[in-house]
């Protein structure tokens, strides 16, 4: 059975930082494609960041880019999200996912999941 367990969230003020994590267990971690989507209240699952198998290539949507860094251990079964210079629109509850093929322009859609975290709400206060 896979499950893939997010950290706890939590509330932090603008300019903040935060780190989640996501452990997975149930499957060959090494060769799945992991990647982190949100949603807002109101609005669409929207991804956020993935990373390759070996970690070696990242890509995130425009709205993180430079403020969020996705990374990966493979010997913990761990893929992190850490998220800087966050705004009160990065309020939303944060998933992890993982895709059994690579990353390719499929990863930037939920379809192309094959498993998902239960989510954590990050909150951003003003």
């Known amino acids: 059975q896979v499950q893939l367990v997010e950290s706890r969230g939590g509330l932090v003020q603008a300019g903040g930082s935060l780190r989640l994590s996501c452990a997975a267990s149930?499957?060959?971690?090494?060769?799945?494609?992991m990647g982190w989507f949100r949603q807002a209240p109101g609005k669409e699952r929207e991804f956020v960041a993935a990373i390759s198998v070996g970690g070696s290539v990242t890509t995130y949507a425009d709205s993180v880019k430079g403020r969020f860094t996705i990374s990966r251990d493979n010997a913990k079964n761990t893929v992190y999200l850490q998220m800087n210079s966050l705004k009160p629109e990065d309020t939303a509850v944060y998933y992890c996912?993982?895709?059994?093929?690579?990353?390719?322009?499929?990863?930037?859609?939920?379809?192309?999941?094959?498993?998902w975290g239960q989510g954590t709400q990050v909150t951003v206060s003003s």
């Open positions: 996912a993982a895709r059994a093929r690579g990353l390719t322009a499929q990863a930037m859609g939920i379809s192309g999941y094959n498993y």
């Open positions: 149930g499957l060959t971690f090494g060769t799945y494609t």
